[in-house]
């Protein structure tokens, strides 16, 4: 069928023989040895780059948490003088938290979580 040459082993072992050339096969290699480094330096960066996240993520996860915290403990204070001077101001107290925190207590944690079952 094909007069190519073909070299002694792939005569033997009756396979065609690898018609690339040298020039093209080293460029090839060079070219994805290249990539594969590039690939890597940018899949460490990434890695690098999710740590911190990570990091950050769990730093203001805790913040968060502490400052709801803080901003229930707030609230209940003042809950707890305008009842001290006798003024039913809980509302407006609410209100104005709301505006402040942007954020609500912890579910039971604070006078303002009503749970009423209303079992009939
Ligand atoms: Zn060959």
Known sequence: MSDKLKCSECT????????????????SRE??????????EERDRLLERLAELQAR?????KVLEQTNERAAA?????VQEM??????????VIDASALEFELFPPAGSSSMVVQDSQNG
């Open 12 to 27: 033997r072992l009756g396979r065609p023989c690898v018609s690339v050339s040298w020039g093209s096969l080293d460029k």
């Open 83 to 92: 009842e001290a001077d006798g003024e039913d101001m809980t509302q407006t």
């Open 74 to 78: 707030k609230l209940n204070c003042l």
């Open 31 to 40: 070219s994805l040895k290249a990539s594969l480094s590039r690939d890597e």
């Open 57 to 61: 993520l769990a730093r203001n996860r």
